[in-house]
T-cell receptor, first 111, second 114 residues
Framework: RKEVEQDPGPFNVPEGATVAFNCTYSNSASQSFFWYRQDCRKEPKLLMS???SGNEDGRFTAQLNRASQYISLLIRDSKLSDSATYLCVVNSAKNTDKLIFGTGTRLQVFP | GAGVSQSPSNKVTEKGKDVELRCDPISGHTALYWYRQSLGQGLEFLIYFQGNSAPDKSGLPSDRFSAERTGGSVSTLTIQRTQQEDSAVYLCASSALAGGVLQFFGPGTRLTVL
């Protein structure tokens, strides 16, 4: 089983739609969780950290469910510019400075 | 500089040659990471430097891969006797914090081994 698993998509949604991605992680001892965004042929960029209490940044909401070991990202009012691959990232329980990246979920927002 | 820089941006080499990839982290960042990303794949951790501590080399795929970080700043990733399966984008990231947080990535070096 992969340490971090994501549905690769693609998720094709119209502008203005709400879309949600889930990600599961295998090691219950992991402590830090993030969502990164990666545009085609570009480097990943940090979108947001994921806190136990859940957190929101504008149209983006991230949630963590430790009991079920999954993380979610909700995007409201999708924009064309949200089209990208969203990477779920978890820190390694063996080495907390090491991040484990999922293979990403591709989102395509169409007009 | 304002961000992490990497050079070269593209490298095409022949199988069996050695290559060196360079990373200039954000000034003052003590943590530096190397990853690689093959086509359609996720990021694969290679090596991690934190301050003056011994690097975490647990992700290096073979002894043909090595990396060093001079003076706590610039890092060089060396691949000896390159193979076609080494073709990938090699990404460097740096962070001012421990715990893997707030990593800023460079634009990557796209390596193609013919």
């Amino acid at each position: 089983r992969k340490e971090v698993e994501q549905d690769p998509g693609p998720f094709n949604v119209p502008e203005g739609a709400t879309v949600a991605f889930n990600c599961t992680y295998s090691n219950s001892a992991s402590q830090s969780f993030f969502w990164y965004r990666q545009d085609c042929r570009k480097e990943p960029k940090l979108l947001m950290s994921v806190y136990s209490s859940g957190n929101e940044d504008g149209r983006f909401t991230a949630q963590l469910n430790r009991a079920s070991q999954y993380i979610s990202l909700l995007i409201r009012d999708s924009k064309l510019s949200d089209s990208a691959t969203y990477l779920c990232v978890v820190n390694s329980a063996k080495n907390t400075d090491k991040l484990i990246f999922g293979t990403g979920t591709r989102l395509q927002v169409f007009p | 500089g304002a961000g992490v820089s990497q050079s070269p941006s593209n490298k095409v080499t022949e199988k069996g040659k050695d290559v060196e990839l360079r990373c200039d982290p954000i000034s003052g960042h003590t943590a530096l990471y190397w990853y690689r990303q093959s086509l359609g794949q996720g990021l694969e951790f290679l090596i991690y430097f934190q301050g003056n501590s011994a690097p975490d080399k647990s992700g290096l795929p073979s002894d043909r891969f090595s990396a060093e970080r001079t003076g706590g700043s610039v890092s060089t990733l060396t691949i000896q006797r390159t193979q076609q399966e080494d073709s990938a984008v090699y990404l460097c990231a740096s962070s001012a914090l421990a715990g893997g947080v707030l990593q800023f990535f460079g634009p990557g070096t796209r390596l193609t081994v013919l």
